[in-house]
């Protein structure tokens, strides 16, 4: 995880580890789509096409959420000093502002507002025991 900083122009670097990564991987050719979680994901390309295929298979009620992730995905690429350019639409949806949470999961990174990213790991460390105990039930850290 790394804070970062949004600049005037809503655009954020990639700190350089990644961003050798992401360029390794797709020739710096990304996907940045909303989750339902509030967050912005970032796939590069290659890891998108499966999602989105799996997505678009969704039916009835999942429905909203391949509309929601598919439908604002933007493909895009990094530029010449590693930073994408994330749509006014996209921040907002996101609750963007200033300072955000860079953080790699697997295949993707989740772009989070810093605040929100706080809250969701404070709600964690806030569960009582047995909850949490239910939670971690088969994970092994």
């Known amino acids: 995880m790394a804070t970062l900083n949004l600049d005037s122009k809503g655009r954020l670097a990639i700190p350089a580890r990644h961003r ?23 796939y590069p390309q290659s890891d998108w096409a499966p999602v989105r ?12 959420i391949r509309r929601l992730v598919v439908g ?18 996209l921040r907002q949806l996101a609750g963007l502002e200033k300072e955000i949470a860079f953080v790699g999961i697997g295949n993707k990174f989740e772009i989070w ?16 025991p047995a909850d949490l105990e239910t939670q971690m039930q088969g994970i092994v850290l």
């Open 113 to 128: 507002d810093d605040g929100q990213w706080s809250a969701k790991n404070q709600a964690v460390f806030n569960l009582s």
């Open 20 to 42: 050798e990564l992401l360029l390794a991987r797709s020739a710096g050719r990304l996907v940045l789509t909303v989750s339902p979680d509030r967050c912005l994901l970032l």
């Open 53 to 64: 295929d799996e997505l678009n298979k969704l039916s009835g009620a999942q429905s909203q």
């Open 72 to 89: 604002h995905a933007e493909e895009m690429d990094m530029d010449g000093a590693g930073r994408i350019l994330i749509a006014p639409r």
